[in-house]
């Protein structure tokens, strides 16, 4: 599974959805993890507002659509299998079950503020993988 850390970007949440258009031009689908449900409801907000060109369909994964949707928000990864190949993680802290995840996904993507805590809990995600075998790459999203 390859590790993308986009780094000094200016909105978290607008530059994830961002990345999900990105995906879907490329016939991706894409799973957007964070257990902090205030945070997904800001995601789901923002999905339908980024852009007045862009339409993203996405949904919970407990949706009974979630199986015909190509971007799917989840607070859980336990019992979660969609055929996706992109994970964003927009969770403070490393994925649950790291391990498990190599194989399900073929791309863990982190997206990092210019935040002072944001920064620094991401240098911990980022030692983390390190520590887990992966060899996190990383971008500096800062003149976008």
């Given amino acids: 599974m390859r ?5 000094n970007v200016e909105h978290r949440l607008q530059y994830a959805c961002r ?6 031009a490329a016939d991706c689908r894409v799973l957007l993890f964070s257990r902090d449900a205030d945070r997904l409801a800001r995601l ?3 999905l339908w507002t980024f852009s007045a060109l862009d ?3 996405h949904v919970a994964t407990d949706s009974p659509l979630a199986d015909r949707t190509p971007v799917l928000l989840t607070g859980s990864l336990d019992g979660v299998a ?3 190949p ?3 993680n927009l969770d403070d802290d490393v994925p649950p079950a ?3 995840l190599n194989g399900r996904f073929d791309r863990l993507i982190e997206i990092v503020s210019r935040d002072d805590d944001d920064r620094r809990r991401a240098r911990e995600r980022f030692r983390a993988y390190r520590d887990a075998g992966f060899e996190p790459q990383s971008f500096d999203r800062s003149t976008e």
């Avoid at 590790?3 to 780094?7: E, G, L």
């Avoid at 990345?19 to 879907?24: F, H, L, N, Y």
């Fill in 3 to 7: 590790i993308d850390f986009h780094f």
């Fill in 19 to 24: 990345v999900v258009r990105r995906a879907r």
């Fill in 98 to 100: 790291l391990a498990s």
């Fill in 44 to 46: 789901d907000t923002a």
């Fill in 55 to 57: 339409f993203v369909p």
């Fill in 86 to 88: 992109v994970l964003v």
């Fill in 82 to 84: 969609p055929a996706c």
